[in-house]
């Protein structure tokens, strides 16, 4: 267990058509902060194949991807990499990765709160 109000930034780079199970998924964790979704491209080990919706970009080719990010205190990290891994799992190489950081600080815009108080 890390120090008190310790908070953890979750990244997940996932196979688009896993996104609405992975979200839908995610949304059963009743303390669930917030997330942020967004359309990426890249490649993994096997680098991209040629596949109607990979993308060529200058004599590079890449895979589409669906991005995630997380930031949720400690206590439910285990939680949230447990359920994202499960809901993304389908065996197959291209599955993604699910990468944690420790995050300093939080800010809430509309009323200044700081720290996990801001999640
Ligand atoms: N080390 C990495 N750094 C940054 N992005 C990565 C890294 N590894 C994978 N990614 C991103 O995750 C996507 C999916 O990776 P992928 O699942 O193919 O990883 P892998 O290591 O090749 O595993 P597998 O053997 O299961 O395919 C990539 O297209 C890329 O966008
Ligand atoms: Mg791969």
Redesign the pocket.
Known sequence: MGEKGAMKQIKA?VQPFRLSAIVAALQQIPDLPGITVFD?R?????RARSTPDSIEDEGVLY?R?VQMELVVPERLVDEVIRTIRESAHTGN?????IFANSLDEVIRIRSGERGEDAL
């Open positions: 780079i990426v890249g490649f993994g080990r096997q895979a991807k190489s291209g599955d993604g990765k």
